[in-house]
């Protein structure tokens, strides 16, 4: 799609020609904070908190769940009272939704009350949910205003990049005051990374305009749904070791030494995983990466447990990190590509019904933890779950009105 004529171009951009590079760096630091730090800090965190407090795994695992009962909640108000909040607004909701982060990550270094933990985390996950949807959306509309889809990948990095950031830091962090010196450090951190969305999020000229002509509706292929349910599953089937990777490693004396490197590791794998899993669709065709991409994380996730080594937990790193922000790019992109102007209210709900997935995760496997002595068992139904995602998405290919031709937009 063409870029947007001069003419149509709104007078402060016009001013400034760094206006969508800016907020493509903006959306980058927003999903940093809100998901990368908000969201995952949490897991290399977790076993110093663990060691300090003696709680059990189950209450951990509830915490964990906690924070993400607050991001479905927030991903519903999202995509319900919030969906149609245009300019100003939508703006003005994103930097709410990232000070609440702000507030509620570093407010869990000043308090050892479990009930407070609870009152942050929730609230945290609220926040985060409103940031990465309406940021998702304030990015897909320039994306697809520009004809620059290869920003949606580059967007969803962001959340990668934090990943990283904290299992580098949290090391460094723990020796100035342990769990809570950590989480008041990445409080400190999420401020200084939260002024880029803050200043540099901007939203397209073209939105609140009237669009000259009647949009074409898009050619549907029958695949949308088991994309959906596929995504759905991913929420549920990831969340186990995206919340217990670190803890899960640092409870083997094998692995114990690697354990927030593997987390680092993860991260930075997550970081061009959209955009190599968007290129990858370009030439074997979105639902066949998509197949390929929870394969592979199914692989990556009992890889730790099946053969419990440092080079099998690294590789079970680089394959989780490697294909959980990609599932989500991809997906993301056929739910653009299948629902045309109603992408943004779509992806809205995918993300509630992904979240509805991750409440139940962290708590089930916690108990899990607790009733067998050991992470094999959480592990292993994670991989069957996300086995089972590929099986529908198998299954829906062939029950697809027509051969799959989904045109994505190009990674290019």
Known sequence: MPSTSGALRHPRAARSGDAPIGTLIGGIAALAVAMGIGRFAYTPILPSMQRATHLSAGFFGFLGSVALIGYLVGAVAATTWFANAKGRRRLSLIRWGIFAVVLTTAGMGFSRDPLVWIALRSLSGVGSAFVFILASMVVLDWAAAEGKWSWVGIHYSGVGLGIAMSGVLTPAFLPFGGWRAAWIAFGVLSLGLALLPWFLLREHPSIGRPEGGTTQPPERTGILPWTVIAYALEGLGYIVTGTFLVAMLDASPHLRAIGTDAWTIAGLAAIPSSWLWAKASGRVGPLTALVAAFALQGVGVLLPIALP???????????????????????????????????????????????????IGPTAAGLLVDATGGYGTPLAGSAAVLLIACGLLLFGRQRTRRSLTISLPSAE
Request: net charge neutral.
């Open 309 to 359: 080594s440092v080079p099998s937990a690294v590789a079970g790193a680089v394959l989780f990190g490697g294909t959980f922000i990609g599932i989500t790019g991809l997906s993301v992109s056929v739910a653009r590509a299948e629902a045309g102007e109603a992408a943004g209210r779509l992806v809205g709900w995918m993300t509630t019904l992904f979240a509805a997935g991750q409440v």
